[in-house]
């Protein structure tokens, strides 16, 4: 090979993949999704692992609490909380309600964690977002059967 391509030849480096948590909150649509695999593994390999889930989400919330964080990597956790929140992720959800781009996916992410927190924090948002994501947060609502959440919505269909 020396006699081919000279002396200038350098041994292959090898390279050690991105940490995933330093990855995820620089991803962007588009970008390769292959760091992200060992978040994806050990979220399968979580089951009813609660110690694990529970890592995970905290993890997840610090992403979706980081400002720099890109709304694509938003994007991401916000799919996975709505397999693994729980009340813990409900604040940083709520944050995002406002957010046009993200309101809906965390609408999603609020319906489906099984906590009474959820309820009241999709209720309380009713008055705050704006009226064109209002309509998210009265599907999730409703999505979820929110009994105590009626009154709320009789007052919206008043005004």
């Known amino acids: 090979m020396l006699k081919k391509y000279g002396p200038e030849i350098k041994p292959a480096v090898a390279r050690t993949p991105p940490d995933p948590w ?37 993890r997840f919330v610090e992403v979706l609490k980081d400002a720099a964080a890109t709304p694509a990597a938003k994007d991401y956790v916000c799919r996975r909380l709505a397999l693994i929140g729980s009340a813990a992720s409900v604040p940083a959800l709520v944050a995002l309600l406002p957010d046009e781009q993200l309101s809906n996916l965390a609408c999603c992410a609020l319906e ?14 009713l008055a705050k977002v704006p009226n064109d994501l209002r309509i998210g947060v009265i599907r999730a609502l409703g999505n979820r059967r929110s009994q105590p959440a009626v009154s709320d919505l009789a007052r919206w269909l008043a005004i």
């Open 22 to 58: 330093d990855y995820l909150p620089r991803y962007s649509w588009g970008a390769p999704r292959r760091p992200l695999e060992p978040i994806e593994e050990t979220l399968r390999r979580a089951g009813r692992d609660g110690q694990v889930r529970q890592t995970l989400e905290t």
């Open 112 to 125: 489906r964690i099984p906590d009474s927190a959820a309820d009241e924090a999709l209720r309380l948002a």
